[in-house]
């Protein structure tokens, strides 16, 4: 097995990327073939039959908790006639993000529960996390203020994350304290419609939307941040709740998908119903008045030597039921 991880170049579209990857197949002749996707196991399997090799299926999120071939907001990946859970069920591994995509997974599939295994995202944090709050806090006068931060895509497919939930609790936030600000960094085609919400709900001037921003002024926000909320309702993991733990910073979560698993079934979280406003202004205010539950070592239980470790159990898993098939 190789020791590392190769990036080729990006394709200019499916025919192009399905091309080279079925020559680059070819060329190399993997011992196994992975596939980082659902949207691409037609291409994963049809290599790993051409080379008569066992492929690998990692599953994340929302594409997979329910059939793509019959969901109304996956069904265009899959036409109807095409039986993706035919497919799947011809893996010789399956491997998700979270127990929850795990058991939603095994929901529709065909495939025995020993062959789908958890395998959880990993995360190593840079060398430098705090640089600068200072300046940060100048640009958006948060001097003296709580901050509340979210960091994730602003798109509409994305609205399960709950950046309206905590605008529309906004206004009794500052009622309670004044000083209360939310910070959300992230863009998409969504971010008008929070915008508008914001200004309908008269709070318009407590949240700021900072953008995409780099991962190096990134490390500025979360330095900023009191609180990091997030009350997802379909969230595969969440890598941004392991970013927020190891800075040390309070998190609030959902407690109906992977978040759990990402905040170690809420040590290093409050996981609250995303759906129970009550639970999410009272765990906002919680967090504010009492902050951080301690943080837990997310460093060993996420980082990349765990994570390399996991891997080569699986892969062994994978050869050993390869063997038995032969």
């Not at 978040?259 to 009272?282: H, K, M, Q, V, W």
């Not at 951080?292 to 050993?320: D, E, I, W």
Request: proline letters at 5%; a positive charge.
């Amino acid at each position: 097995m190789a020791t590392g991880v190769q990036q080729l170049r990006p394709s200019a579209g499916r025919i192009s990327y399905s091309f080279r990857a079925v020559l680059f197949a070819v060329r190399t002749r993997p011992d196994v073939i992975f596939c980082g996707h659902l949207f691409v196991a037609p291409l994963a399997w049809l290599i790993a039959k051409l080379l008569d090799r066992p492929w690998w299926l990692q599953v994340h999120g929302i594409e997979a908790w329910d059939n793509p071939s019959e969901s109304d907001h996956l069904g265009e990946s899959f036409p109807r006639w095409f039986s993706i859970r035919r497919l799947v069920g011809m893996a010789d591994l399956v491997t998700a993000v979270s127990r929850h995509t795990r058991r939603r997974f095994l929901a529709w599939t065909d495939l025995p529960a020993d062959q789908i295994k958890v395998l959880p995202n990993t995360y190593e944090p840079p060398a430098r996390l705090y640089v600068s709050s200072r300046e940060l806090r100048e640009r958006y006068s948060l001097t003296g203020k709580s901050v509340l931060l979210t960091v994730s895509r602003l798109d509409r497919g994305d609205r399960y994350k709950g950046h309206d939930k905590i605008i529309d609790a906004m206004r009794e936030l500052v009622a309670w304290d004044p000083t209360v600000k939310y910070v959300i960094v992230g863009d998409g085609d969504n971010r008008v419609n929070l915008e508008r919400l914001a200004l309908l709900n008269g709070v318009a001037d407590a949240i700021h939307f900072a953008g995409r921003v780099s991962p190096e002024e990134l490390e500025n926000y979360y330095a900023i941040a009191d609180v990091f909320v997030m009350p997802s309702s379909k969230e595969g993991f969440g890598i941004v709740f392991l970013e927020a733990a190891l800075r040390g910073v309070p998190i609030i979560a959902g407690n109906r998908d992977g978040s759990l698993d990402a905040s170690c079934d809420g040590l290093t979280a409050r996981c609250i119903n995303p759906d129970n406003r009550t639970d999410i202004l009272e765990a906002i205010k919680a967090a504010l008045r009492q902050g951080s539950k301690g943080s837990q070592n997310l460093v060993a239980r996420f980082g990349p030597k765990n994570f390399r470790t996991s891997v080569a159990r699986v892969v062994s898993h994978l050869h050993h039921r390869r063997r038995g098939n032969q």
